[in-house]
């Protein structure tokens, strides 16, 4: 499916289709949510599950408690999800912004977040979203 507009409602469920390819990392568990501000679509909430290291969940809410928040601005989270963005540089810039449980989504979840795989699901689905 080409041409998935970034953040969309289909874009998103095609998100939560790929997070559940991941590979099975036991143990590794949370609940994060993503803010990304000035989209084409709005503000935009994402409840993400981790349960043993696949999505095992993605919502498009506000609703729902997050051990973290991780808040972009709609260019940042492009540039980020293109791969043209490393998220601990923009973390220590300031380019994305972590509240309440940082440790988590930083440390805990780092081998989900942070893994090959995580990054070859974003090239892929990169490939077929319109920014």
Do not use: I, N
């Given at each position: ?54 999505l095992s969940g ?74």
């Amino acid at each position: 499916m080409a041409g998935l507009s970034f953040l969309s409602e289909a874009w998103v469920a095609e998100f939560a289709a790929a997070g559940l390819a991941l590979p099975e990392r036991p143990g590794v568990d949370g609940v994060v949510r993503f803010v990304v501000t000035g989209t084409p679509h709005g503000k935009v909430q994402l409840l993400v599950t981790v349960s043993d290291g696949r999505l095992s969940g993605v919502q498009a809410t506000k609703d729902g408690e997050a051990e973290a928040t991780v808040t972009w601005k709609y260019p940042d989270a492009v540039a980020q999800f293109r791969g043209e963005l490393d998220p601990d540089v923009a973390f220590m810039t300031g380019r994305c912004k972590v509240e309440d449980a940082y440790a988590r989504y930083l440390f805990d979840l780092r081998p989900v977040f942070g893994s090959p795989e995580w990054s070859a699901l974003l090239a892929d689905l990169a490939g077929r979203s319109e920014f």
